[in-house]
């Protein structure tokens, strides 16, 4: 392998791909970075077995080759040594070697034959703009479970409902739920995304700004743009029918300034308890609209929000960290809070804007 290209693209592309490399004692070869020189580009590849993902840099090849080279490394090198330049980057005897007009670097490769393939996903498909996709899987995917115990919770569930495509995520003490007005879609019965990949294709086209095309079979999931194709495996299993816990009816409806109601949430933070409890209570005949929290080693607070409220009188606590979390989905001044009873969650939405839903379980310790 043979090649001159820009330092400036190279080490985009490497600092994109390296952030997929496994970390894998029984097969080592993960941890590299894949460099395919053909034709006219350089093409990286990274895996970690669950995600794949091949970025594509165009240039002069003057010999093609294939070399493994420590992901780690060689992110390590050009983030840190080279100016806006060229580099030639040449592979002789499995080795790579790096120079520029200041630098002459020799790296170790790996045998590549052991490296994974990444698949090329064959199945439905479809074009999304990227910004809808990103917003999306944002929407929701901070209400994923964290644990692989139920690995149906542990993804961003994804399915199509007349002219929407819809965004569900839930740790079965919250779910948020966001729907994006599509067109021409195929029908998507449901596609699990696990939550542990969800952090890099956020991250992989969270800037892009073209056209993504999406592509899924009952077991993949690719996602393809400007240069960048991305896999993801897909949870086998059956999301919750969460539909069936979103009450039909309210008892108790508020409404108030996001703003208020943050500042308010984030005083009685510093006086929650271990289990981060927030006590609301909502009396519309008072007119009263308080946020209570206590702490045996800091003290008591108690504050008033303004509201407009309708209903019966409540009270209950609840986590306060799973009503924050919510704010960065919702972009309207004002929010809708509904109640149908102590024990029923608290729905949480945007005034205006039935796109976004927003779930919380109750706490009464």
């Not at 939550?195 to 690719?222: H, M, Y």
């Amino acid at each position: 392998m043979k090649l001159e290209c820009k330092i400036e693209e190279i080490k985009n592309r490497i600092s994109q791909v390296e952030k997929i490399t496994g970390k894998n004692l029984t097969l080592p070869v993960l941890n590299s970075i894949l460099l395919i020189a053909s034709g006219k580009s350089l093409k990286l590849r990274a895996t970690n077995l669950s995600l794949g993902i091949e970025v594509e840099i165009p240039t002069k090849v003057e010999k093609e080759g294939i070399v493994a080279i420590s992901g780690a490394i060689l992110n390590g090198i050009f983030s840190n040594v080279f100016q806006n330049e060229n580099v030639l980057l040449e592979s002789m005897d499995g080795n790579l070697f790096i120079q520029t007009k200041k630098s002459k670097i020799k790296l170790k490769g790996q045998p590549h034959d052991d490296f994974p393939t990444i698949p090329r996903v064959v199945g439905v498909s479809f074009d999304i703009d990227s910004k809808k996709l990103i917003d999306g899987i944002k929407s929701v995917c901070y209400s994923s479970s964290v644990s692989d115990i139920k690995p149906e919770i542990s993804s961003v569930f994804i399915y199509t409902d007349e002219d929407s495509l819809v965004f569900v995520s839930t740790d079965s003490f919250r779910l948020a739920e966001k729907k994006i007005k599509v067109k021409g879609f195929p029908e998507i019965s449901g596609i699990l995304i696990p939550f542990k990949n969800i952090a890099e294709i956020l991250r992989v086209f969270g800037e892009s700004p073209s056209l993504i095309t999406v592509c899924f079979n009952k077991n993949q999931i690719s996602f393809s743009a400007e240069n960048i194709y991305l896999t993801s495996r897909i949870i086998d299993g059956i999301f919750p029918d969460y539909r069936q816990i979103i009450p039909k009816n309210s008892t108790t409806n508020a409404v108030l300034l996001k703003q208020d109601l943050l500042n308010s949430l984030k005083l009685s933070n510093i006086f929650s308890d271990k289990f981060n409890q927030v006590n609301l209570k909502i009396s519309p005949k008072e007119k009263v609209f308080e946020l209570s929290s206590a702490h045996n080693d800091i003290g008591e607070n108690k504050t008033y929000v303004d509201a407009a409220m309708t209903g019966e009188s409540i009270e209950l606590g609840f986590n306060y960290k799973y009503f924050l979390d919510c704010f960065q989905s919702i972009t309207t001044d004002s929010i809708s809070i509904r109640l149908s009873g102590s024990l029923s969650p608290l729905v949480i939405s945007p005034v205006s804007d039935t796109s976004f839903i927003y779930l919380i379980m109750p706490m009464n310790r």
